[in-house]
C-alpha cells in the first residue's frame, strides 16, 4: 500500500481537554494505536511509525498532561487516561484495532478493557509491563516469587516527593537512565528527558501513585482477543516469573522475551532494538 502524507490533530475528551495524535498510513488499512508509557511522548513510537505506515494506518498520541496534549489540572489517574483513549477510538472512528501499549500504557488499555465495550479491539500487545507494580508485605512466599514488582508498599509516594521536591529533573533523569542500556547515544537520552519533562512534575507525581496503586491480576482472565507479551530480562529487576503468569492467564497470548545481554534489551527495547521488535511485532500481526 502507498503511504499518504502524515495527519495530525486533536480530539476532544469530555472534560473539554484537547488531545494531540497523529495518523500515517493508508485510510482503510487495519489500525495500530500506540500508547506511550508514563512521562513519555508519542515521538517515542517514531522507529515504529516508519517501519509499519506502508501497510497500516498508524495513530499515536500523547496521554493528559504529555507532550503535546492539554495539561489540566485534574484528571491524572489511569481510568481518566482510559477514557481519554475511549474518546479518541471513537472520534477517530477506529475499529479492528491492535492497541499497543509500553509500561503504564498498557495499564491504560488494561483499564479501558474493564470499562468500555470491546467491539473496536482486535489485538493488544503488553511492551514490559507486570500486572501488579507494589509488591504486599501479606504475600505468601510463593506470590513473592510470582510477582515481581517495581515498588516497595509506600514507595510510590516517596518517588512522589522525590519528583516535586527541589531535585526533580534530576529524579526524572537518573528513573530514565536506568531503562536505558548504557549503549543508548546520550543524544537520544537527553532527548527521551526533554519529551519527559513536558509532563509537569505535579502531574507525573499524581500519575505514578495513581498507577502504582493498581492490581491488574483479577482481570487477566477476561482478556479474549489475541495478546503479544514483550518483555526485557535486561534490567535490574527480571519480571520474567510475572510475566510468565500473565501469559498463562491470558488464552490466545504469546510471550516474547528479549533476554539479558541481548543487544538493546531495555525497558526501551522497542526504541534500542526496533529491528527486532518490529520485526516480531510484524509477525503478530500476520498471525492472528
Same mark, same amino acid.
Given at each position: 500500500?502507498?503511504?499518504?502524507?502524515?495527519?495530525?490533530?486533536?480530539?476532544?475528551?469530555?472534560?473539554?481537554?484537547?488531545? +494531540?495524535?497523529?495518523? !500515517?498510513?493508508?485510510?482503510? @488499512?487495519?489500525?495500530?494505536?500506540?500508547?506511550?508509557?508514563? #512521562?513519555?511522548?508519542? %515521538?517515542i513510537f517514531r522507529k515504529q511509525v516508519d517501519y509499519f505506515k506502508a501497510n497500516?494506518?498508524?495513530?499515536?498520541?500523547?496521554? +493528559?498532561?504529555?507532550? !503535546?496534549?492539554?495539561?489540566? @489540572?485534574?484528571?491524572?489517574?489511569?481510568?481518566?487516561?482510559? #477514557?481519554?483513549?475511549? %474518546?479518541?477510538?471513537?472520534?477517530?472512528?477506529?475499529?479492528?484495532?491492535?492497541?499497543?501499549?509500553?509500561?503504564?500504557?498498557?495499564?491504560?488499555?488494561w483499564s479501558h478493557w474493564e470499562l468500555y465495550a470491546h467491539d473496536r479491539i482486535a489485538r493488544m500487545v503488553v511492551v514490559d509491563m507486570v500486572p501488579v507494580v507494589t509488591s504486599n508485605p501479606g504475600w505468601s512466599e510463593e506470590e513473592k516469587a510470582t510477582f515481581v514488582t517495581l515498588v516497595a508498599p509506600g514507595g510510590s509516594h516517596g518517588i512522589a516527593n522525590a519528583l516535586t521536591g527541589l531535585g526533580g529533573e534530576a529524579t526524572v533523569g537518573g528513573m530514565i537512565k536506568n531503562l536505558f542500556t548504557p549503549d543508548v547515544d546520550q543524544a537520544d537520552m537527553d532527548w527521551v528527558l526533554s519529551e519527559n519533562l513536558k509532563l509537569p512534575l505535579e502531574h507525573a507525581a499524581a500519575l505514578f501513585i495513581d498507577h502504582a496503586a493498581a492490581d491488574w491480576r483479577p482481570m487477566m482472565s477476561t482478556i479474549n482477543v489475541p495478546t503479544l507479551l514483550v518483555l526485557s530480562r535486561g534490567e535490574a529487576l527480571d519480571p520474567f516469573p510475572s510475566v510468565q503468569w500473565m501469559a498463562s492467564q491470558i488464552p490466545e497470548s504469546k510471550l516474547v522475551v528479549f533476554e539479558k545481554g541481548e543487544k538493546g534489551s531495555s525497558h526501551f527495547m522497542f526504541w534500542e532494538s526496533p529491528e527486532r521488535f518490529n520485526r516480531e511485532l510484524g509477525k503478530f500481526l500476520a498471525s492472528s
Open positions: 500500500m502507498a503511504t499518504t502524507t502524515p495527519l495530525s490533530g486533536h480530539v476532544t475528551a469530555s472534560d473539554g481537554t484537547k488531545l +494531540r495524535y497523529t495518523q !500515517e498510513g493508508p485510510p482503510g @488499512a487495519p489500525d495500530l494505536v500506540f500508547l506511550p508509557g508514563w #512521562a513519555q511522548s508519542a %515521538t497500516f494506518r498508524v495513530t499515536t498520541y500523547d496521554h +493528559r498532561g504529555h507532550g !503535546e496534549s492539554d495539561k489540566p @489540572a485534574f484528571g491524572y489517574h489511569i481510568a481518566r487516561l482510559a #477514557a481519554d483513549l475511549e %474518546t479518541l477510538l471513537s472520534q477517530l472512528d477506529l475499529h479492528e484495532v491492535t492497541l499497543i501499549g509500553h509500561s503504564m500504557g498498557a495499564t491504560v488499555v
